[in-house]
């Protein structure tokens, strides 16, 4: 037996930090707003006759065996972490090949790690017959990579993975609520540009370190997490009226109040590509994820896409070409 999962990567685009557990407990009608794009991460299992279990990265070119179960269970580290404890939460009673990839850059802030969570997830749960539920297998998922990292996780990587579109991922106190945003993704996509910086990135936002201050009542932090918030709700109605010009100036508000609280998520080279941008057609900018490298967002006027992509490829930056992933999780089995 085959079964081979996919799930895309995804970009954020307004409220990050705010789906950390339990910052947003601390404030009003909390929002993040994210895109599902189609570089995908994926997952294949196939079965054996024996009971070792075979693992393999083909992005990050690193490969591990075990006997058996048991000794991946009682092995005291791993090469492939994220495989491995999700394998010893599934608890598979078969031995199998599970090779993972995923064609998000290095580094690039787009969740490529969440995405491949969300397919080995699925996939697992698939081959050991667990049924769990996507809203359960989204706990597994970000559990499971909390004891990898050694900090809390945020909630709102694993739905665009989950579930593709664009996205207002809502913390509430009695669970995780996804709204599916109507908005005219035709006309969104040709005003959107992704590149890779070419450098991964050393992280330009420290979360654990904002949880903790925030926890402790900071005042400054705790103000800038309310304009977050309000940048987010406004974000969303701003997609969902597909009123571009106030996207843009909510996309720049949001990258300002970032570069605001947190100097180290912008670089040099991303000042100098987002002033090139600007130059060329560009309304706005931010960088994704945790920045200090990595992928930079742009949202262009309608018809500046091309100038745009063209004049950021001449400054050396790596246009990736991208589109709203409309499907999330996939999973095929075969024989």
Known sequence: MRITSTAPTRVD?????????????????????????????????????????HLESRDLNRSETYSSFEALDQAKTHKLSLAALLIRYFRPGSGFRLITDCKSPAGAGIAGSSALNIALCGALNRFVGAKLSLPQL???????????????????????AMYGGLNAIRPTPGGILVDHLKTDIAAFERRMVLVYTGAPRASGINNWEVTKRHIDGDKRVIKNFERIAAIARA????????????????????????RRNAPGISTPQIDSLIATARRNGALAAKVCGAGGGGCVFFFTEDGAKDRVSAALAAARARVLDVRVATQGLKITVSK
């Open 138 to 160: 989204q706990i597994v998922a970000r559990n499971v990579e909390a004891q990898v990292i050694r900090v809390p996780t945020g909630d709102q990587d694993y739905f665009p």
């Open 13 to 53: 685009l307004a409220g990050g930090t705010l789906d950390i557990w339990p910052l947003y407990l601390f404030h009003e009608d909390p929002q993040t707003i994210n895109f599902a794009i189609d570089l995908h991460a994926s997952c294949t299992i196939d079965s054996l006759s024996d009971r070792s279990i």
């Open 235 to 258: 974000m969303r109605n701003a997609l969902e009226a597909n009123d571009w010009p106030e996207v843009a100036r909510l996309l720049r508000e949001e990258w300002s109040n970032r």
